[in-house]
């Protein structure tokens, strides 16, 4: 069995890391380079940093902050934002990312999936899926949650996992800022979907929380903000309380 991952998520903008609720209300939290090297001493499984507004603006990935960043990053780094094409993935992985991060561009064009998969491996093409719940079905939203795609959770994971997706972080908006608890019932689906890992996100308040997502929803990793951010818990008391609870956690 692998041992489950615990993963701290930066949002930055250029002001510097934010974190809002539902995906607005941002508001600024700190700089990037700090909270890497913090995350660093905490034992972090990996970090996963997005740049929230790339999309929106049509602005490329940041190369050199990314590799700037990653000279601090001492664990694996999956970055995102502003991807739509393969010579920026292979942009970011030259500057020192391990992993990107696509959301908005794979509803546009599957194939840079399936072209980023061929060329670079399949384990460092992760698709963010954000997601709402709307009369009780699960839609997929890009352009940093603003635009409804009509796509369904449940359809369009299988979708990229075909063309080639090695893991898939699954973020609920409505939960996103809570600290109210993931959204078990979605992941769980997910997780039964599709075979590659499904890190859950959006929503984590406790300890008990991610315990239920990897327990009951079968979650390969999970994924927070908040709960780092603005209380003492942090990524290494998390994976001391899931060992505790019989979960296999990475040293």
């Not at 049509?58 to 190369?63: G, N």
């Not at 995102?80 to 509803?107: F, M, P, Q, T, W």
């Not at 839609?139 to 990229?160: A, D, M, P, R």
């Not at 997780?191 to 499904?198: G, R």
Request: charged share 25%.
């Amino acid at each position: 069995m692998l041992k489950v991952r615990v993963i701290p998520t930066l949002l930055y903008k250029e002001v510097g890391l934010v974190k809002g609720i539902g995906f607005n209300s941002w508001r600024r939290i700190d700089t990037v380079l700090p909270a890497i090297k913090v995350y660093n001493m905490r034992e972090v499984d990996e970090l996963i940093l997005l740049d929230i507004e790339a999309t929106i603006k049509s602005k490329e990935p940041d190369y050199e902050s990314i590799k700037e960043f990653s000279k601090e990053c001492f664990v694996p780094f999956c970055v995102g934002g502003g991807i739509k094409s393969i010579d920026h993935i292979r942009g970011l992985l030259r500057a020192g990312a391990d992993k990107v991060c696509i959301n908005s561009e794979a509803y546009n064009n599957l194939n840079l999936i399936r072209e980023g998969a061929k060329l670079f491996g399949s384990q460092c093409i992760v698709i963010s899926v954000d997601f709402k719940c709307i009369d009780e079905k699960y839609y997929c939203f890009s352009q940093s949650g603003n635009f409804n795609t009509g796509i369904l959770v449940e359809e369009w994971v299988k979708i990229v996992e075909e063309a080639g997706a090695g893991e898939i972080i699954l973020t609920s908006i409505d939960k996103d800022g809570t600290m109210s608890g993931y959204d078990l019932e979605i992941i769980k689906k997910v997780v039964d979907i599709v075979s590659i890992p499904v890190i859950a996100s959006g929503g984590a308040g406790k300890y008990e929380d991610m315990f239920k997502a990897i327990n009951y929803s079968k979650a390969s990793a999970v994924a927070a903000a908040s709960i780092f951010h603005f209380t003492e818990m942090t990524s290494k008391e998390a994976k001391m309380y899931l060992s505790n609870k019989g979960i296999a956690t990475r040293s």
